[in-house]
């Protein structure tokens, strides 16, 4: 079993910056993906970022590329989600998630949730 456990969010303005981290434990795989997904009331979750664990390919949805940069230390075995240039449209509960194999960008292809943290960007 994999537990993963994210911490960092919070209340700021638009235009700040806020990273996200979420630590993981347990059973780990030889090649494993860590996912950032967002999720607002009403709407599907949706990725956010995505990186390969041992090679750190990573991916970003289109909303956010150029501003928000996924990161993980594989010594820590924390991965990160750099958030910059905030807008209010980027609020929303974080989960951080993790599935076994290559690449994916839609959730039901990860196994493992953390319990996710709110990001609030005010305008």
């Known amino acids: 079993q994999v537990q993963l456990v994210e911490s960092g969010g919070g209340l ?9 981290s979420c630590g993981v434990s347990g059973r780990t795989f030889s090649s494993y993906v860590m996912g950032w997904f967002r999720q607002v009331p009403g709407k599907e ?55 076994s194999g290559t690449m994916a960008t839609s959730k039901n292809y990860y196994d493992y949730w953390g319990q996710g943290t709110q990001v609030t960007v005010s305008s």
């Open 45 to 99: 979750r949706d990725i956010v970022a995505a990186i390969t664990w041992s090679i750190g390919n990573t991916y970003y949805a289109n909303s956010v590329k150029g501003r928000f940069t996924i990161s993980r230390d594989v010594a820590k075995n924390t991965e990160y989600l750099q958030m910059n240039s905030l807008k209010p449209e980027d609020t929303g509960i974080y989960y951080c998630a993790a599935r």
């Open 12 to 20: 700021v303005q638009a235009g700040d910056s806020l990273k996200l």
